[in-house]
Nanobody, 120 residues
Framework: QVLLVESGGGLVQAGGSLTLSCTASGNTFEIVSMGWYRQAPGKRREVVASITGGRRTDYSDSVKGRFTIYGDAKQSINLQMNNLNVEDTAVYYC???????????????WGQGTQVTVSS
């Protein structure tokens, strides 16, 4: 089992910046990648950014160039969010993945979520 704890959400004005942090504990050796998802009211949860143990990063088109994900992708990651806009308002969730292997199912672990609100 892996426990994820997020911090760093809050209220910020449009154009401002926030940094989210996520710390993993437990069987972190099983983690192959970590990332951030977000869910706005009435919308589906969507991936924002991800990072693997090899430091490969991926971003959704909506945040590319504004957000930066960094960390070791095993025990902690961060999401630097710059030039925030109202459309970035959502609950942000930390995610960690365990890959499938024979006899071992793939797993997604989730944090409890942290609210990010961007005011105009």
């Amino acid at each position: 089992q892996v426990l994820l704890v997020e911090s760093g959400g809050g209220l910020v004005q449009a154009g401002g910046s926030l940094t989210l942090s996520c710390t993993a504990s437990g069987n972190t050796f099983e983690i192959v990648s970590m990332g951030w998802y977000r869910q706005a009211p009435g919308k589906r949860r969507e991936v924002v950014a991800s990072i693997t143990g090899g430091r490969r990063t991926d971003y959704s088109d909506s945040v590319k160039g504004r957000f930066t994900i960094y960390g070791d992708a095993k025990q902690s990651i961060n999401l630097q969010m710059n030039n925030l806009n109202v459309e970035d308002t959502a609950v942000y969730y930390c995610n960690a993945k365990r890959a499938w292997a024979p006899g071992v199912p793939a797993v997604d672990w989730w944090g409890q979520g942290t609210q990010v609100t961007v005011s105009s």
